[in-house]
């Protein structure tokens, strides 16, 4: 019951440069949500972004979002290594006759090399 | 400050044993939910909890319980561990559920090996 999956799976690139990660998802959506996972750690909120929004900004992150296309990006830019790390677009998804929940894709593992 | 706080941070259980996931949380949320994440799979749902008093099967229920014990606490029990079940377990809270699910706050994780 995959909902939201990004693109690419993996993506290095040298410190300073921009990054950009893609999700899409399957059915309408309320809301979408980017997180971040450090290895070893728990997930973190970086960004949500609503249905009738077309881009979302905090710090060096920018989010789109375009329902048309059931598609989301987010970019990092002026990467830093210490913005290595697995992110993940979370959408909402009914399923199973539950109200439904958030459900979230396998991750784009970003590896920002000094 | 502490957020959302799972305990054991590890384990280590033969096939057969049962144990319990703990969790809590501080932020007066209504919802929690258990999630696995398992290496390619990304995070899959196992149980939630809309709200005090009510749980409901996620999408990989099956081997595992919850019990919403009060508005803080959210346990998840494996009765009869299978090796399958070598996972990362999260828990994490929102302020409510359903198709309105804003942020979730996440737990460090539990480390749970079955040999």
């Known amino acids: 019951s995959q909902q939201g999956e990004e693109d690419p799976q993996a993506l290095s690139i040298q410190e300073g440069e921009n990054a950009t990660m893609n999700c899409s998802y399957k059915t309408s959506i309320n809301n979408l949500q980017w997180y971040r996972q450090n290895s070893g750690r728990g997930l973190v909120h970086l960004i949500l972004?609503?249905?009738?929004?077309r881009e979302k900004h905090s710090g060096r992150l920018r989010v789109t979002l375009d329902t048309s296309k059931k598609s989301s990006s987010l970019l990092i830019t002026a990467s830093r290594a210490a913005d290595t790390a697995s992110y993940f677009c979370?959408?909402?998804?009914?399923?199973?006759?539950?109200?439904?929940?958030?459900?979230f894709g396998k991750g784009t593992k970003l590896s920002v090399k000094p | 400050n502490a957020g959302v706080t799972q305990t054991p941070k590890f384990q280590v259980l033969k096939t057969g044993q049962s144990m319990t996931l703990q969790c809590a949380q501080d932020?007066?949320?209504?919802?929690m939910y258990w999630y696995r994440q398992d290496p390619g799979m990304g995070l899959r749902l196992i149980y939630y909890?809309?709200?005090?008093?009510?749980?409901d099967k996620g999408e990989v229920p099956n081997g595992y319980n919850v019990s919403r014990l009060n508005k803080r606490e959210f346990s998840l029990r494996l009765e009869s561990a299978a090796p399958s079940q070598t996972s990362v377990y999260f828990c994490?809270?929102?302020?409510?559920?359903?198709?309105?699910?804003?942020?979730?706050?996440f737990g460090e994780g539990s480390r749970l090996t079955v040999l």
């Open positions: 979370a959408t909402f998804m009914n399923y199973g006759g539950s109200q439904g929940n958030l459900i």
């Open positions: 932020m007066n949320h209504n919802s």
């Open positions: 994490a809270s929102s302020v409510e559920g359903g198709s309105n699910t804003g942020e979730l706050f």
């Open positions: 972004i609503r249905s009738n929004e």
């Open positions: 909890s809309a709200s005090e008093g009510t749980t």
